[in-house]
């Protein structure tokens, strides 16, 4: 029963905040400044959708904020590297298309149909939100059409040969 050690009280507290903090090689990247400029501006937009009386729409910022919060965890300590099975580009790239789309459609609305100012403020960051947001999956686009165009082959096998049973209609 001696064996149990006391836990160390000389560990200095932040390498605990620095496990979760993102990374500064990753904040300085473009990935990482698009995904905290999503978090930012969707909990703004959650802020000032609950303050107004469009009180309806602070569904849509809270839940792109915790999944901009997420994917900005996942990818800053690299936890996408050890869950090979999901397709996080794609699942990256949906968000953003979605995201996109239904702030640019409750931004409108908030801007044309409500008149006090908290309204008004979430719709322009909803809007400035849509431009993030847009932005980011036209660089996630274009980063999977240059992976496609190159044939999605990895480093490990080769891709140029083909075996005698193959199903090609080039034989």
């Keep these: 029963m001696g064996d149990i ?11 605990v905040l620095s496990s979760i903090l993102p990374s500064k090689e990753f ?15 969707s909990f703004v937009s959650f802020v000032c959708f609950a303050a107004s009386t469009a009180a309806a729409f602070v569904t849509v910022p809270l839940l ?9 965890f996942a990818y ?23 995201a996109s789309i239904i702030f640019f459609i409750i931004s409108i609305i908030a ?12 719709g322009v960051f909803g809007f400035i939100a849509t431009i993030v947001f847009a932005l980011d999956f036209y660089l996630i686009f274009n980063e999977l059409a240059a992976f496609l165009k190159q044939g999605g082959a990895s480093n490990d096998e080769p891709s140029g040969q083909q075996d005698e049973f193959s199903d090609s209609d080039s034989d």
């Design 27 to 41: 904040v300085s990247s473009r990935k990482g400044m698009l995904l905290i400029a999503e978090v930012a501006l």
């Design 5 to 15: 050690e006391a836990p160390s009280s000389t560990r200095p507290r932040q390498s």
């Design 111 to 122: 801007i044309s149909k409500y008149v006090d100012g908290s309204s008004k403020a979430a």
């Design 76 to 98: 800053s300590t690299k936890f996408n590297e050890r869950f090979k099975g999901f397709l996080w580009p794609l699942m990256d790239f949906m968000r953003c298309v979605t």
């Design 64 to 72: 792109e904020f915790l999944a901009a919060l997420f994917l900005l």
